[in-house]
C-alpha cells in the first residue's frame, strides 16, 4: 500500500520541528561527508522531492521510521515510511510523474532496474561496507563510536543473511554486485540520464546507490570499477549532481570539517 498511514511517531527530536501544511517533513540521517547522505534512499527521496519541485523540509535524526528504516516522512500530520511510499503518495498528491515521458515498456524496464538496485545490489553494497569493510572508515564517515559500528554491523549481517545475500561467500557477493553494476552501465551506455536524454524517476534510486559508491566508500571493488571500467557510472553521478544539487557544497560536511548549512 502506498498510502499507509502509521501510528503517528513522533521521535523526541521531532518535537519542536514545525512543517507548514502541504510542506514534506523529510527524517532523514544527518548529512554526509562528501553526499548529502550515508545512505542511498535519503538521497534518492530528497533527490525526488527536488526533481518534482516539491517543498520539504528536512528534519536530520538518526530515529527510524515505524517500520525501523530510515528515510521516512511526515505530510500533513501523517508519517509515511519507505522512500517509494513517500514517492507514490507524492506523486498523487502533487500530480507527478516523473515517467511522462516514457512508454510502458520503458517504464517497466525502469522498474525492473529498480528492483536490480534496490533488492540487489543494496545488498552487495551493505555487506561491503558494514561487514567485510574497514569498521574504522564507516565509524568515521557515520560518526558513530567503534563500538557501536560493530554491533550496527552484526544486525545488519544477520539482515542480509535473512535477505539471503548474506549467505554467499565475499566473493560471490562482489561477482553479483559486479554483474549488477556492469548491466546499469551496459544500459546507461552513453546516455545522458538512464532513461534517456531527461532525468525519469529512477534516475532517483540509481543517483542514491551510485552516490555512495563514488563518494562514500572505502576504496573497494566498486570503486574500483567506477573509477576505472565503468566510468560512464561516474560521469553519470557528476552529471546528476550538476543538475538536481546545484548546493551540493552547502549539502555535505566536507569530510567533517564544517557543518552542512543545507
Ligand atoms: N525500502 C526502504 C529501505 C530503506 C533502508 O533500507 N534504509 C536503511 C538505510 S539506507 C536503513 O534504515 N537501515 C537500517 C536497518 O535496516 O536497520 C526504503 O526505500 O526506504
Known amino acids: 500500500m502506498c498510502n499507509e498511514v502509521l501510528p503517528l511517531h513522533r521521535p523526541k527530536a521531532y518535537v519542536g520541528t514545525t512543517c507548514p501544511p502541504g510542506t514534506v517533513l523529510l527524517h532523514q540521517y544527518p548529512r554526509g ?4 547522505s550515508v545512505s542511498p ?13 516539491i517543498p520539504y523540509k528536512n528534519h536530520f535524526t538518526v530515529k527510524a521510521s ?4 530510515c528515510p521516512w516522512m511526515t505530510y500533513n500530520g501523517v508519517d509515511v515510511a519507505d522512500s517509494q511510499f513517500c514517492i507514490d503518495l507524492l506523486n498523487k498528491e502533487f500530480s507527478v510523474d516523473l515517467n511522462k515521458h516514457l512508454s510502458a515498456e520503458e517504464r517497466a524496464v525502469a522498474l525492473a532496474f529498480r528492483k536490480l538496485i534496490e533488492e540487489d545490489l543494496y545488498w552487495c ?15 568515521k564517515l557515520v560518526k ?3 563500538m557501536i559500528i560493530v554491533y550496527i554491523s552484526y544486525k545488519l549481517g544477520r539482515n542480509a543473511w535473512a535477505h539471503g545475500m548474506g549467505r554467499h561467500s565475499p566473493e560471490d557477493v562482489r561477482s553479483v554486485g559486479k554483474i549488477d553494476l556492469l548491466a546499469l552501465s551496459t544500459f546507461l551506455g552513453n546516455k545522458t540520464f538512464f532513461m534517456g536524454d531527461e532525468p525519469s524517476e529512477i534516475d532517483c534510486a540509481l543517483f542514491g546507490a551510485l552516490a555512495q559508491v563514488k563518494w562514500h566508500f572505502a576504496p573497494n571493488i566498486y570503486t574500483q570499477l567506477l573509477k576505472d571500467e565503468l566510468v560512464n557510472l561516474s560521469d553519470y553521478c557528476e552529471r546528476m549532481k550538476d543538475r538536481i544539487w546545484p548546493d551540493w557544497d ?3 560536511t566536507h569530510g567533517g570539517t564544517r557543518t552542512a548549512t543545507k
Open 33 to 36: 561527508d562528501w553526499a548529502p
Open 41 to 53: 534512499f535519503p538521497i534518492k527521496l530528497e533527490t525526488y522531492l527536488r526533481m518534482a519541485n
Open 66 to 69: 515505524a517500520k525501523g528504516k
Open 125 to 139: 553494497g551493505l555487506l561491503e561496507r558494514w561487514v567485510y569493510g574497514d569498521k574504522h572508515y564507516v565509524a
Open 144 to 146: 558513530l563510536s567503534y
Open 250 to 252: 552547502d549539502c555535505i
